[in-house]
């Protein structure tokens, strides 16, 4: 059974900075492209960030880059999201989620599994 576990989300200033987690089981996480998915309230689901098996390839949603940063931990089957600058903009559900297809955004059907989601306020 595939399980995506993120965490890290909470309540932070504009222009302050997270680190979401997401620990994987169930499958071979050493070779699947994973990434980040947020939904803001009343909003569709849009993909912020995602990485290559390996970590050599990376992409970004053209609002978070220079601002995020995606990572992956093979020997601990972890995928991050650093998140600087923070707007409130960027406030919502964050999810992590397995890619099925490279690029896995902007057009929908690019992933295949997503967790439970974490939350993320930025507000003053």
């Known amino acids: 059974e595939v399980r995506l576990v993120e965490s890290g989300g909470g309540l932070v200033q504009p222009g302050g900075s997270l680190r979401l987690s997401c620990v994987a089981s169930?499958?071979?996480?050493?070779?699947?492209?994973m990434g980040w998915i947020r939904q803001a309230p009343g909003k569709e689901r849009e993909g912020v960030a995602a990485?290559?098996?390996?970590?050599?390839?990376?992409m970004y949603a053209d609002s978070v880059k220079g601002r995020f940063t995606i990572s992956r931990d093979n020997s601990k089957n972890t995928v991050y999201l650093q998140m600087n600058s923070l707007k409130p903009e960027d406030s919502g559900t964050y999810y992590c989620?397995?890619?099925?297809?490279?690029?896995?955004?902007?057009?929908?059907?690019?992933?295949?599994?997503w967790g439970q989601g974490t939350q993320v306020t930025v507000a003053s």
């Open positions: 989620a397995r890619v099925s297809r490279w690029p896995p955004f902007p057009s929908p059907g690019g992933w295949s599994d």
């Open positions: 990485v290559s098996d390996l970590g050599y390839t990376i």
């Open positions: 169930g499958f071979t996480f050493s070779s699947d492209r």
